[in-house]
């Protein structure tokens, strides 16, 4: 019990606020536990979670708290000198808790939405606020938290109130003025402590968590303050690499002839080889929103979401274990018409003016239309920065369709399709198309009008065994299993059907338990926020393949291009997958927020982080056998080495590989 006597008023009132603080910080911790701990982690396995999150805890209360200590110093600035500054300092902390419960709510969307902290990459949605904003307001209860947000502050701040009544009551004896500012100093000092990092001996900071060796500990231990303010850093690009260290591995990678080797050289010119089709076939490049493998049909779940798409895959080139470079769409549209991964950690390549400049394999379809179509506005990630580096290309966007406008994200997918058909039918020329969904997203809204879709009813055992949050994202995603077949039905009519090859590859998956399809490597190493499936579709061109091999996004447009009579320039690091003499099957994956990069070869998915000393290798097959210590060893220097060399040129090409547009 504090003698109160003796203690400054303000320091009796600023250790009651010290522990509001720490129990409100505590208590959304705990929460973060109720509400998303794994079944195979037990609770005395978060303790070493709990002790760290409480010393990242202590850092953010100190600052919260040390201004009225420092400005208290002078004591007609104390919240007990007068009622004008009791209530200043009141409202003070009135709007820093504001602040806290906002950060902290954000923080557990983030973490409902993608099992992940909240991180400086929340800035991007800022950046697209009419989009954002709506995308917020059609898919959440934004009345009911805002309340509920006023609500809790109000009682906070009364919380706050009473505890100075009860300060002043407990010391009424005590003259004001009595001040005794060794107290202060004391406080001072145990705050710089606290802020250094309690009980530590290097100074605290957000690379320590992931020290803890599971993704979820580190994650609970995290303060989302110190993990978005540190990450604010990362959204600067930085391009000084160490790429020309790694360029004979990168060579060997892309199989570029030892004649042409020539230091940051990536360039090569391929020819078609006999297989080839000689008819200059249209393309259409479908990139599919969320289109997550574990969850489709194809994967062997047995909700069979996408029953049409699967059977298109039986009769095309399907690859079943493609990967996008990362999660997001802006990155996976970046990664699939540029040929890189977006390996800029924070802000996305699209929004950055030194890197959304890129040449694009499409340029190289000489003869052909080009055409961009998405159901919302092109300028939402700047997707319109980055499609115009396609030359000539026509963009349809919000405002070019009949269709009514059906959310945020535009018209549906479904007409979207048949919009995109009506003006593809139309054309008397070779074209390249990019069509973009959206639907399969938040707020996963169902049009009306298509009520011959019929929407499905399934236990929340069923969905969460198989990998769905809810009903609604379920049957989203069925929706656009409905929507392909209706593209599929109608451009099948046309005459360009029989001359046209259609690319279907996902943006990105989407993180979840895939245990039910997948060996633990999708869910605990998130595998599935990256698995998509990918498939050349041409049933008058093509004879039907099915790949097992990993292959990457970055991969689609080489491999388009291999398939038409035309040399085309690849300056990029995604190669033809259906050249017989690519060797070394990887794809590349980043993790931008905690910092981890790998690729995921025939058997086993490499990884390590580029912030603390931590790898890892896990079979991404079942029925492995078990490896040497000189195996491990082994695969691990090799994969490290190949991981490194594609982080290292990647970053490069973000800033080199420069378009030179007509």
Known sequence: MLIEWRVPKTIQWIV?????????????????????????????????????????????????LSPIIILSTYYKLSPFYSEKMKKIWTIYLGIITLLVLFFYGADFGQFAYINARLNADALIFAEDPKESLE????????????VSLVVAVLVIYKLFTKTHVVVEDNNSNIHKFDYRRRWHIAALLLMSWFIYGFLTAAPLNFLRAFRLNEEFKSNLALNPLQNFFTTLSFRDPDYNTSQNLYYKTIASFLNIDPSERK??????VLHP????????????????????????????NELNATPYFNNLCKQGIFFDRCFSPTFGTARGVFATITGIPDVQLSKFATRNEASVNQRTIINDFEGYDKYYFIGGRSQFNNFSGLIKNINDVKIFEEGSYKSPKMNVWGISDKNLFLEANGVLAKQNKPFFAIIQTADNHRPFDIPLEDNDFIQQTISDEELKK??????????????????????????????????????FVGDHGVEGNASAVYPNAWTEQRLSDEHIPLLFYAPYLLSPQLHKEPVSQIDVLPTIAGMIQQPYLNTTMGRDLLKVEKKDNAAFIIYHAPGW???????????????????????????????????????????SLLTSAIYETSRWMLLNNKNEKK
């Open 466 to 503: 198989n990998g769905f949050e809810s009903l609604k994202e379920y049957n989203a995603f069925a929706y656009t299993d409905y929507c392909y077949r209706k593209f599929i039905e109608a451009a099948s009519k046309e005459s360009y059907f029989n001359n046209t090859i259609f690319v």
């Open 597 to 639: 990069i790998g690729v995921v070869g025939d058997d086993y998915f490499y990884r390590k982080n580029i912030r603390i000393k931590k790898e890892e290798l896990v079979p991404v097959k079942s029925g492995l056998p078990a490896l040497t210590k000189e195996q491990t060893d082994s695969l691990k220097n090799h994969y």
């Open 263 to 268: 230091l940051f050289n990536y360039s090569r």
């Open 135 to 146: 995308m917020v307001w059609q898919s959440y209860p934004i009345v009911w938290i805002l």
């Open 16 to 64: 009651r606020l010290f522990f509001i603080y720490l129990i409100i910080f505590t208590a959304f911790r705990m929460a973060t536990v109720v509400c998303f701990k794994p079944q195979s982690i037990g609770l005395i396995e978060l303790l070493p979670s709990f002790w760290l999150g409480m010393k990242y805890d202590l850092r953010w209360i100190a600052i919260v």
């Open 273 to 300: 080889d006999s297989k080839a089709i000689e008819s200059q076939p249209n393309v259409v490049l479908v990139i599919c929103e969320s289109f997550s493998m574990y969850k489709s049909s194809m994967s062997g």
